[in-house]
C-alpha cells in the first residue's frame, strides 16, 4: 500500500523558516521520482521541486535560491528545507511521486499519481 504522510506546516513569520516532511511507505524513494507541489487558495498547484530517480535536483524560479530538497535514505523521507520565506509562499505543500516521471518533467503536476494529503504553511 502506497502512502505518503507530509508534515511540517504551520504558521512562521515572513523571512521565517520551516522544514516539511514527506514519509512515505510502500515504496522507496530511490526507485520513484517525486516533486513537492503546494497550491495556494484560488491558484493552480505548482511543482516547486522535483528529483528524479537518479536524484537529479530542479526548482522552480519561485524558490530557486530559498528551498532546499534533501532526503534521509534510512528513514526513505525527502525534507523541503524553506529559508527566507514570503508572504507568497502561503499555500497547502504536498509531496507527490511516481515511477514514470518523463525526462526534464519534474516540476509537471500531472507526471505525479501518488499524492500525500497536504501540509499548510501560512506565512503571517
Known amino acids: 500500500h502506497v502512502q505518503l504522510v507530509e508534515s511540517g506546516g504551520g504558521l512562521v513569520q515572513p523571512g521565517g523558516s520551516l522544514r516539511l516532511s514527506c514519509a512515505a511507505s510502500?515504496?522507496?524513494?530511490?526507485?520513484?521520482?517525486m516533486a513537492w507541489v503546494r497550491q495556494a487558495p484560488g491558484k493552480e498547484r505548482e511543482g516547486i521541486a522535483g528529483?528524479?530517480?537518479?536524484?537529479?535536483?530542479s526548482y522552480s524560479d519561485s524558490v530557486k535560491g530559498r528551498f532546499t530538497v534533501s532526503k534521509d535514505n534510512a528513514k526513505n523521507t525527502p525534507y523541503l528545507q524553506m529559508n527566507s520565506l514570503k508572504v507568497e509562499d502561503t499555500a497547502m505543500y504536498y509531496c507527490a511521486a511516481d515511477r514514470l516521471v518523463r525526462t526534464g518533467r519534474e516540476l509537471k503536476v500531472d507526471e505525479y499519481s501518488r499524492w500525500g494529503q497536504g501540509t499548510q504553511v501560512t506565512v503571517s
Open positions: 510502500g515504496f522507496t524513494f530511490g526507485s520513484v521520482s
Open positions: 528529483v528524479d530517480s537518479d536524484g537529479s535536483i
